[in-house]
């Protein structure tokens, strides 16, 4: 069975601060797709990545990282220096088999105050 | 611009109603989703399709209809036998679904709240 699992439901932290967001996956298959999305307080989904199950380097992008490990089948998201414009709902998700539409954890609300 | 649009974005049903969401997108994607969302549940899939004519259900579809007559158009029915139709109704699309994990893309959310 596919399943993500973003055991973190709620994270405060201050501004400036580090702040890592956890995301475990369950999948049989050799090729898989992994997604972050960031939910802000209007509602709509933004894309932030997606990363393939072969490619296991880790990626930067200003200030978000992500850190893709398969022998333990996570796929953590790094905030450096987090600022209040980075609080809203983060949602980590699975893409396997064509023909199929992505599975999603339940999300992590990142609150950050200034 | 390009992009998924979905209306309206509040909705009110009455008990014992059918209400129709509407979504359309000009990305020329083929597939489209209906995912909705609750407070703590994360986003569960309703339906999706992946062409014309064409839609399977997903883990949630019992009280829902779909139809696809167009590649830009995927309209969702939350229909009286849908026992808590209140939530957060997200639509998304993405290109042809022959490859797994194709990138989806989400319009901005439709509020359905039954009084």
């Known amino acids: 069975a596919q399943k993500v699992t973003q055991a973190q439901t709620e994270i405060s932290v201050v501004e400036k601060e580090d702040v890592t967001l956890d995301c475990v996956y369950e999948t049989r298959d050799t090729t898989y797709y992994l997604f972050w999305y960031k939910q802000p307080p209007s509602g709509e989904l933004v894309f932030l990545i997606r990363r393939n199950s072969f490619d296991e380097q880790n990626e930067i992008s200003g200030r978000y990282s992500w850190n893709f490990q398969k022998s333990t089948s996570s796929f953590n998201f790094t905030i450096t220096a987090s600022q209040v414009v980075d609080s809203a709902v983060y949602f980590c998700a699975l893409g396997v088999g064509a023909g199929t539409a992505l599975i999603f954890g339940k999300g992590t609300t990142l609150s950050v105050s200034s | 611009d390009g992009g998924i649009t979905q209306s309206p974005k509040y909705l009110f049903r009455k008990e014992g109603q059918n209400v129709t969401l509407s979504c359309e997108q000009n990305l020329n994607h083929d597939a489209m989703y209906w995912y909705r969302q609750d407070p703590g549940q994360g986003l569960r899939l309703i339906y999706y399709?992946?062409?014309?004519?064409?839609?399977q259900k997903g883990d949630i579809a019992e009280g829902y209809s779909v139809s696809r007559e167009k590649k830009e158009s995927f309209p969702l029915t939350v229909t009286s036998a849908q026992k808590n139709p209140t939530a957060f109704y997200l639509c998304?699309?993405?290109?042809?679904?022959?490859?797994?994990?194709?990138?989806?893309?989400f319009g901005e959310g439709s509020w359905l709240t039954v009084v």
């Open positions: 399709s992946q062409i014309v004519n064409d839609f």
């Open positions: 998304a699309s993405s290109i042809a679904t022959e490859q797994p994990g194709n990138t989806i893309y």
